[in-house]
């Protein structure tokens, strides 16, 4: 029997997030593979509840966990079915455990990690963790602006995390040698109008993308690395006037002789749009547990396993 989630439903049965299409294909695929509905329409699989991980395991007397991008949730399906049966990991998860804990544990260097993207309050905490492991960081995106503002400069109407300011402001401090941040920017000025500006903005303007020479200087760290690991792109890369520093480093890391890795869901999807996802050595199926797997070296899923009766 397979389960998985899909989308975001709330706790109830919603018929967007119905996986009857992939029982269709499964059916056809795997004759005889029955295919469970949605998990996540039962309240019970975030909430991790008792009944409904019996209702998971009733009748059933092995469990693979092969669902890397969940595995950082305690939710019913990750960790409830490992406490009362055996159970293994699939080969999915076990690469990307493989390839995750081999950046953390045997870096080879120069180790770069290039973060961009918009969640930075989500991103801090692997910042910290990949700056005792990297030789250098390079910070691109709307992760950039809150760096900026931590160093004083004017950063327009540009997306900031004002409350994770003081964040980095220590980080720099501690770290600064490390952080390579765009030394150039494009975006829109106050009138709205498409503008290449310097790192410090004016009134009103708002920086969406890296500008050519950060690209050009980020491409040199990332080709002159043995390993690469990048997560969130580097500008508003949907936007075809935002994209150049994304594409710019997606080709750098097809382009460089140093093992490359590249998680986060829009990370992913910017590479497959350039049509470069084959380029990389790795492109990890889980945001949140890739990030999760490299700050602290384990995730909920794991530990489960770990506990598992034949373990
Ligand atoms: P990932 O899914 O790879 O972890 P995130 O979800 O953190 O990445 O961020 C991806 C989003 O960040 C994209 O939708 C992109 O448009 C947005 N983004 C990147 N740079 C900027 C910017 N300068 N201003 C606004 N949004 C940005
Ligand atoms: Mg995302």
Redesign the pocket.
């Known amino acids: 029997v397979c389960a998985s989630h899909l989308g975001r439903p709330k706790g109830a049965p919603d018929p967007a997030y119905s996986m009857e299409p992939v029982r269709a294909r499964l059916a056809e695929l795997a004759p005889g593979v029955e295919l469970l509905d949605n998990l996540r329409f039962d309240p019970g699989e975030t909430g991790n509840s008792d009944e409904f991980v019996a209702t998971l395991t009733d009748g059933i007397d092995l469990y693979v966990n092969d669902a890397f991008g969940a595995s950082h949730r305690e939710h019913a399906s990750i960790v409830g079915p490992p406490k009362t049966l055996p159970s293994a990991m699939g080969r999915l998860l076990a690469k990307e455990v493989d390839v995750l804990t081999g950046l953390r544990d045997r870096p080879k260097r120069p180790f770069v990690a290039v973060l ?4 930075i309050s ?2 801090l905490g692997v910042v910290e963790a990949l700056l005792e492991t990297v030789d250098s960081l390079v910070i691109g ?2 992760m950039c ?1 809150t760096f900026f503002a931590a160093r004083g400069e004017p950063i327009g109407d ?2 900031f995390e004002p409350d994770q300011v003081d964040t980095c402001r220590r980080i720099l401090d501690e770290s600064g040698d490390k952080i390579h941040l765009p030394e150039d920017l494009v975006g829109l000025d106050a009138n709205g109008e498409f503008a290449t500006f310097g790192t410090r903005l004016p009134d009103g303007a708002k ?3 890296i500008g050519p020479g950060s690209a050009a200087a980020f491409t040199d760290v990332i080709m002159d690395a043995r390993m690469v690991f990048w ?8 936007d075809d006037r935002f994209a150049a520093g994304t594409r710019t480093v997606a080709q750098a890391m097809a382009d460089t002789k140093a093992f490359t890795v590249v998680g ?5 999807a910017a590479l497959a749009q350039f049509d470069l996802d084959d380029e990389v050595d790795h492109v990890s199926t889980g ?1 949140g547990a890739s990030l999760e797997l490299l700050e602290l070296g384990d995730l909920p899923g794991l530990a489960a396993l770990r506990g598992a009766p034949n373990a």
């Open positions: 961009g993207g918009a969640k989500d991103k995106g709307a602006f540009s997306l920086g969406f993308d997560n969130g792109p580097m500008g508003m890369f949907e986060g869901g829009d990370s992913a945001g």
